[in-house]
């Protein structure tokens, strides 16, 4: 296991084991032998690093933490040395790297201030409105060959409300991250320029935009209803279908962010959701290109995070409460955007825009 910054790395040389239990005679994870008592860091016989899980989940959090929050980094490395024997070479290594954080120019963030601001500057609402509006009007000028005007413009403005969910979520939590470009049959994206600084964090931001766009397309079906509109019917179906697959939980889609709060292993059912649309878009010759992206994007943090695992480590410390209460809403959320998707399209029967 390694941990990067400033072009040196760090190396924890010991073979993965168990953590061991804290029981009266704990063995050796690598050789089986006993340890001399629960606190021994070091097995005796073969030299192993006793505690060599924890170690790789504060080295992994610490390199993600250390581009942008350089003092967080540096009190998980500190919590590293807990975990090392003061003689070793790999205890230099990490206090050297703890020096290092410290008086580099990012340095002195207070620990808890997550919105701490990378160098980049954040773009004026002028500019960031400009390039939202720009590619709102782009996206509306190729969807329009399919849709018309009405429902391209009417397609544009449900997911705007969508991102516009994770906007405000950001923004209450001073994460800087791009204003939402769009991308024509791609959708709009979002570039988070620091990283959430807890699961919790990370799913409160992940199902704002679902719970935006059910709003909005909410709103379309609040039309439908008054005047009979075709066209409000079809957008509201767009919307409950569009806030139903992002709540896929499988990273790094939105349910995938929301669900890594709960657990981790939730992923294994979104990747078997994912696989299953797969067969179905490849059986009806449909392109699936998005969905292979998906796949793509999402195998390395599933198989990183399950085989560290799971929901351990700094970052999913969230408490007892927090994923029950994530857990409820997202279960509320999927299962009422499956009954109105599934209402409206019982009304568009095979027609519609879309």
């Known amino acids: 296991m390694h941990a990067a910054g400033g072009g040196r790395r760090i190396g924890i040389a010991a073979n993965r084991g168990t953590v061991v239990s804290q029981l009266p005679f704990p063995k050796c994870p690598r050789c089986g032998w006993p340890l001399p008592s629960p606190a021994s860091l070091v097995c005796p016989k073969c030299g192993a690093l006793v505690q060599v899980d924890q170690l790789t989940r504060l080295a992994a959090e610490a390199q993600m933490r250390a581009q942008y929050h350089p003092e967080q980094a540096a009190v998980l490395w500190e919590e590293c040395l807990k975990l090392l024997p003061p003689e070793s070479e790999q205890f230099h290594a990490v206090q050297m790297e703890i020096a290092r954080l410290r008086s580099s120019p990012q340095g002195g963030v207070p620990v808890l201030d997550y919105a701490a601001p990378p160098e980049n500057p954040q773009e004026t609402l002028p500019i960031a409105i400009l390039k939202t509006g720009a590619s709102m009007l782009v996206s509306i000028f190729v969807y329009q060959y399919s849709f018309g005007w009405a429902g391209a413009a009417g397609f544009v403005f449900l997911i705007l409300i969508h991102e516009l969910g994770h906007v ?41 935009g679902p719970i935006a766009g059910t709003i909005a397309a909410l709103a379309a079906f609040a039309i439908y209803l008054a005047t009979g509109s075709e066209l409000a019917l079809e957008l509201s179906w767009f919307g409950f ?50 969905l292979l992206a ?52 019982s009304q568009l029967g095979n027609g519609g825009l879309f």
């Open 168 to 208: 405000v979520a950001n923004l209450y939590y001073g994460l800087r991250a791009s204003p939402p470009i769009f991308i024509p049959y791609v959708g709009a994206v979002i570039n988070l320029r620091q990283s959430p600084p807890n699961a919790k964090v990370e799913a409160i931001i992940g199902i704002a």
């Open 241 to 290: 279908t569009m806030n139903l697959f992002n709540l896929l939980p499988v990273p790094p889609l939105d349910g995938g962010r929301v669900t890594a709060a709960v657990s981790p292993w939730v992923w294994i059912v979104g990747l078997a959701g994912l696989g299953w649309m797969l067969v179905d878009e490849f059986l009806a010759h449909r392109n699936s290109w998005m």
């Open 294 to 345: 998906i796949l793509v994007f999402a195998l390395p943090r599933i198989v990183g995070t399950l085989k560290a695992g799971g929901r351990s480590g700094p970052y999913y410390a969230i408490g007892k409460i927090a994923p029950i209460v994530i857990g409820v809403a997202y279960l509320i959320l999927l299962l009422t955007l499956i009954a109105l998707r599934l209402y409206t399209s």
